[in-house]
Structures are given as C-alpha cells and as structure tokens.
C-alpha cells in the first residue's frame, strides 16, 4: 500500500489546475445552451402576438348600429343587404337582418319596417 503525503504546495498546485480548466460544452450542450433562450424568446414572442390579436378581434366585434328600412317593391333581403351595406358581404348582413329582426321567412312586403345593420367599415 502505498501513501501519498500531501503538502500545502500539492494542494496549491491542484487548485491552479482546477481553477485555469475550461468548461467544455459537447455540440448538444451548445445546442441546448443556447436554444433554450431562442425558444423563450420565440414563445413569448408568439404569445404576445395571440394576445395582441385576440385583444384586436375583441374591439371590433362590437354591434353594428341598426338603421330602419322601409322594404320596397319587389325587394327581396338580399337587395336590402346590398343596398344598406354595399361594401360588405350580403350574406352576412342577410344573416344580421334575419336575427336581427327574428324572420321566420325570407319573403318580405312592400312597406315593411326593418332593421338593418349598418357596418360602417364595410364589414366585420
């Protein structure tokens, strides 16, 4: 059995060795080192994104102002549709005026009162 006496040079001398060694990362610890903050980065980035958006979507999905329309001859929804709100879709202002008014029926009469969304932006 043998016995190494240790000195406090010895001791000095490790200490030296152990503080000038460098820290070597393998290509996968590179990889991980550095894309674990791209991935934060890009996750927070992307949420924020969602959240701006949804918060954007909430704000113009207020009610349209409703406007009464006398029906002419011969109209059917789809001529009050583009005719009120020519810049927007009629099949989404014909669904409107539907719920809007509670139709049972397409047919409509001539001098029928209506209430037509107005989408001043035209359309959603």
Sequence with gaps: MSTTAYTPSSFAAEARQAASARVRLTRRGRLVFLGLPVVALLTALILGLTLAVSSA??????????????????????????????KADPRDVVKEIVSVNGLQSTQLSAGQQLE??????GGR
């Excluded at 009464?68 to 020519?86: C, D, F, I, M």
């Excluded at 037509?116 to 932006?121: D, G, H, M």
């Design 57 to 86: 979507d909430a704000a113009t999905d207020k009610q349209p102002a409703l406007v009464t329309v006398t029906v002419g001859s011969g109209e059917s929804l789809w001529h009050v549709a583009q005719r009120t709100n020519p």
């Design 116 to 121: 037509v969304p107005s989408f001043e932006n």
